[in-house]
């Protein structure tokens, strides 16, 4: 199988400009996740989507959306972007994310995407 | 903020010798995972732990979970210059949302040749 894939995996924008971010999980797999992981706040948890709706979100303002398709492939959209935005934005999908077996709950990063903000 | 936190937070060792990484966490999980990274690259999985589980064997890692004290040991046998990376563990709090995962710090394993 495929793994999960990014695009795309670089990024140069300007202060105030937006970006969209695309992922697209391995086949199957109907829950795609968000991180950012930044030197200073190390990775966090932007948000989940599963089944085309947002299940699960972090601490990060509205700046931050995201949405899933039909094939649950995912985007994130960042507006206004600022130089604090500059990060490594991971994505990860997992095949259900309930309890039960344990490789439903593990979740499989792609190579994300590294947006640099001027 | 982070919940995990891990230490060392460097860790430099020979080829052969063994490393160990520890994770301690601030609130009760349902699971514990590892992840290795090389070079700010994505992140693979290593192995999951749930909290019924004190100990699990993959390979070269050996895991251990205490929940009581809210910690997790990751240890790698035997190590090579290819387990050069930086090493996360990251918890699935209990009750929380599965796939909402909190990270630790991470610990960067230098492994000499």
């Known amino acids: 199988k495929a793994g999960v894939t990014q695009t795309p995996r670089y990024l140069i924008k300007t202060r105030g400009q937006q970006v969209t971010l695309s992922c697209s999980p391995i086949s199957g797999h109907r829950s795609v996740s968000w991180y950012q992981q930044t030197p200073g706040q190390g990775l966090q948890f932007l948000f989940e989507?599963?089944?085309?709706?947002?299940?699960n979100k972090g601490n990060f303002p509205g700046r931050f959306s995201g949405r899933q398709f039909s094939n649950s492939r995912s985007e994130m959209n960042v507006s206004t972007l600022e130089l604090g935005d500059s990060a490594l934005y991971l994505c990860?999908?997992?095949?259900?994310?309930?309890?039960?077996?344990?490789?439903?709950?593990?979740?499989?990063f792609g190579p994300g995407t590294r947006l640099l903000v001027l | 903020s982070q919940q995990g936190e891990e230490d060392p937070q460097a860790l430099s060792i020979q080829e052969g010798e063994n490393a160990t990484m520890n994770c301690s966490y601030k609130t009760s999980i349902n699971n514990l995972q590892w992840y290795r990274q090389n070079s700010g690259r994505g992140l693979v999985h290593l192995i999951l732990i749930r909290s019924n589980e004190r100990e699990k064997h993959s390979g070269r890692l050996r895991v251990t979970l205490d929940t009581s004290k809210k910690s997790s040991s990751l240890l790698i046998t035997a190590s090579r210059a290819a387990d050069t990376a930086s090493y996360f563990c990251?918890?699935?709090?209990?009750?929380?949302?599965?796939?909402?995962?909190?990270f630790g710090t991470g610990t960067l394993l230098a492994v000499q040749p």
């Open positions: 990860a999908s997992s095949f259900f994310g309930t309890s039960g077996s344990w490789a439903q709950e593990t979740q499989y």
């Open positions: 990251a918890t699935a709090p209990y009750g929380g949302a599965t796939n909402k995962l909190i």
């Open positions: 989507y599963f089944s085309e709706t947002q299940r």
